[in-house]
């Protein structure tokens, strides 16, 4: 996932430096330097540089994604993987507080929801520089499972998604358009449900046929959000961001709508929801809770 997000930023050539860091001797060093081969075939400018545990190496970053971690296998459930990835996440986000205090820090291992938080109070940085990548990549998917279905470009779909990373997710039909006409306009209420259905187990999917989690959409998802923070462009996104009374909740990361620029969340944008999205967004408020109750019991933040 790392490795395909650097990909993703190299190719835009919009970054003065992008540092690979990887536990296993090797492996970011040598992806960097392949990475980097490519540089003039691809056209970009872009230094990519791998280093083994050294984050001395990233100083000064504008922005740090963190997708350490090990990842899911079939049978297995994102919160399955919380003993394991907080420690890792923990530790990450301290290296970073050190050699990178102004950095913008973009989450993307899971159980996404509570390792943001994790990263959160182990950073100590203001929350609105600490935000994860689940909304964007569930929106990519749910986009997609839309297109195929009516056989137009996921360039006209605007859609967005509510709630926690996983199947509790909250796709909201009502603020999805094709071209700015209302989806239900256009496709049955029954396809609809299944375009839900798909993007909640959208994940799932990709691991029965991989074996393991993907990485090539998530790798795009946070590319988009690394420019919209770098060059402060002020995109609205759906992003994983720490509520303070937005939509009725406290202290807790959820998937909302926000304005990204170079603060990280500029603002979280507060929709009116009817009673079934209220109810459907609480029911995956819940789930993450508990998956956060369980870190919090788990590890002293």
């Known amino acids: 996932m790392g490795a395909s997000c650097a990909t993703c930023l190299a190719d835009r050539d919009f970054v003065n430096e992008i540092v690979i860091v990887d536990v296993k001797p090797g492996l970011a060093e040598g992806k960097a330097l392949d990475l980097r081969q490519s540089a003039a075939l691809k056209r970009f400018d872009t230094i990519v540089k791998g ?33 394991t990835n907080a420690g890792i996440v923990r530790e990450v986000s301290q290296q970073v ?22 990263a959160w109070k ?40 509510l709630g926690g990373h996983g199947k509790s997710m909250v796709p909201m039909p009502r603020y ?17 449900q299944e375009a839900i259905h798909r993007t ?24 988009e959000m690394v420019e919209a923070i770098i060059c402060d462009q002020r995109r609205v996104f759906t992003a994983c961001a720490y509520l303070k009374g937005e939509y009725g909740y406290n202290d807790i990361y959820l998937g909302v709508p926000v304005i990204l620029g170079e603060n990280g969340v500029e603002r979280i944008i507060e929709l009116e929801l009817d009673d079934d999205d209220k109810v459907r967004f609480h029911d995956s408020q819940i789930e993450v809770d508990k998956t956060l109750s369980i870190l919090k019991n788990m590890v002293k933040l």
Not at 143 to 155: M, P, Y
Not at 207 to 214: A, E, T, V, W
Request: aromatic share 8%; charged share 15%.
């Open 51 to 83: 280093y083994t545990g050294d984050y001395s190496a990233t100083a000064n970053s504008d922005v740090v994604v963190i997708t350490s971690g090990i990842t899911r296998k079939p049978g297995m459930e994102r919160s399955d993987l919380i003993a």
């Open 97 to 118: 507080a050190k050699y990178s205090p102004n950095a913008v820090i973009v989450v993307v291992s899971n159980p996404l929801d509570v390792l943001c938080y994790c």
């Open 122 to 161: 182990s950073c100590g940085f203001p929350s609105n520089r600490v935000l994860g990548m689940s909304g964007q990549l569930d929106v990519a998917r749910y986009k997609s499972f839309i297109a195929e279905a009516l056989n137009v470009s996921t360039k006209d779909i605007q859609a967005l998604i």
């Open 176 to 192: 999805t358009t094709i071209g700015g006409i209302p989806i239900r306009n256009l496709l049955g209420e029954e396809k609809v």
């Open 200 to 223: 909640q187990l959208g994940g799932e999917e990709i691991i029965n046929y991989l074996g393991r989690s993907g990485w090539f959409a998530a790798g795009a998802a946070v590319c």
